[in-house]
């Protein structure tokens, strides 16, 4: 049977309406209140987890469908084009953060693939991008920065610190 995309989660009216509350939260508060839901039932909170990362793929999957719409219609770029568009997933997203980890925030523009939250850290295309240089003893250039041409100028901020003196 095949699967319907973006099904892949099945939540209880009841906890979603518990977690529609939570999730406007601060961090240190959805810790306090999952910690009172699930002190005594963590193998509920372990299956609700994994039906949120579902619900999470989910919502990104809708989120690219309705970008590549806007590209299409409001853009005027060809199907075939907009759905090479670079946005975050959960993996990119997790993938960036070691990136992230590994060099000085403060050092990184606002829109660095170092940079922890940015659509570049959270991008599968552009976190693989700069393990694949890194591995092949190339340079990440910065894409803030571009030459009449369209292309970068200078190597990423983020990825100088990675590079030996």
């Not at 997933?89 to 000085?104: D, H, K, M």
């Not at 240089?133 to 610190?161: I, S, W």
């Amino acid at each position: 049977m095949d699967k319907i995309i973006g099904s892949d989660y099945k939540i209880a009216p009841r906890d979603a309406d518990e977690l529609k509350g939570i999730s406007g939260l601060p961090h240190e508060f959805r810790l306090l209140r999952l910690q009172q839901l699930f002190a005594d039932r963590p193998a509920k909170a372990l299956e609700l987890f994994s039906q949120f990362i579902g619900l999470a793929n989910s919502v990104i999957a809708n989120n690219r469908e309705a970008a590549e719409m806007i590209l299409i219609l409001e853009g005027n770029m060809w199907p075939q084009s907009a759905e090479k568009a670079n946005l975050p997933t959960i993996f990119g997203a997790l993938n960036g953060i070691g990136l992230a980890a590994s060099v000085n925030q403060r050092k990184t523009c606002h829109s660095c693939a170092f940079r922890l939250g940015t659509c570049a850290n959270q991008s599968p295309i552009t976190t693989c991008d700069v393990q694949y240089v890194a591995e092949n003893d190339d340079r990440f250039m910065c894409h803030l920065d571009m030459n009449e041409n369209d292309e970068p100028t200078k190597v990423c901020a983020g990825y100088k610190q990675l590079e030996k003196p």
